[in-house]
């Protein structure tokens, strides 16, 4: 019982805080695409500046996706 709700506290502590880094990437990407829409505007050469720089996206930070699959046999 009590091996429940420390699971389902853990639960809830993960979805709350993936949702805190979700809301931060997502500004975090809102103000990337701003500033190199700003930039692409504003530099001479823009659009092939932008894509010289060949900017990958990385996905999400890896704390994002963590499970707890390795707690589930404990």
Do not use: C, V
Request: charged share 25%; glycine share 10%; aromatic share 6%.
């Amino acid at each position: 019982m009590a091996a429940g709700r420390a699971k389902d506290a853990l639960d809830d502590q993960l979805k709350a805080t993936q949702a805190r880094g979700i809301a931060i990437n997502s500004y975090f990407e809102q103000r990337k695409a701003n500033y190199l829409n700003g930039l692409a505007h504003r530099h001479h050469r823009g659009p092939e500046m932008l894509r010289a720089l060949a900017l990958t996206d990385p996905g999400l930070p890896q704390w994002l996706t963590w499970n707890t699959e390795g707690l589930e046999g404990a």
